[in-house]
Nanobody, 119 residues
């Protein structure tokens, strides 16, 4: 079965940078959109960034210009480069693999990794 395993969560000071990664098992990586979502306490989960199987990217307005998502299909790994981190970026970050079909979708989630940004 498909498993997504995130790593790279850490306590970091405001203005710092981190690059969480997500490794996907199985054979679905190259055909799925890969994304990062985050959830802060008391808030809904929100999309941070997504990269399609073709390499196109999209970002939430709150992180645009500070984050870069990338993927390495040879390593089944997606990265989220986060720069100039702010306390508001504090959240659990979840890796997501998704593929839409006409009648259903594949949607897989990792266990999450905590990123805490101190002021």
């Amino acid at each position: 079965q498909v498993q997504l395993v995130e790593s790279g969560g850490v306590l970091v000071q405001a203005g710092g940078s981190r690059r969480p990664s997500c490794v996907a098992s199985g054979t679905i990586f190259s055909t799925h959109h890969m994304g990062w979502n985050r959830q802060a306490p008391g808030k809904q989960r929100e999309l941070v960034a997504v990269i399609s199987s073709g390499g196109s990217t999209n970002y939430a307005d709150s992180v645009k210009g500070r984050c870069t998502i990338s993927r390495d299909n040879t390593k089944n790994t997606v990265y989220l480069q986060m720069n100039n981190l702010k306390p508001d970026d504090t959240a659990v970050y979840y890796c997501n693999a998704r593929r839409l079909f006409s009648t259903y979708e594949n949607n897989y989630w990792g266990q999450g990794t905590q990123v805490t940004v101190s002021s």
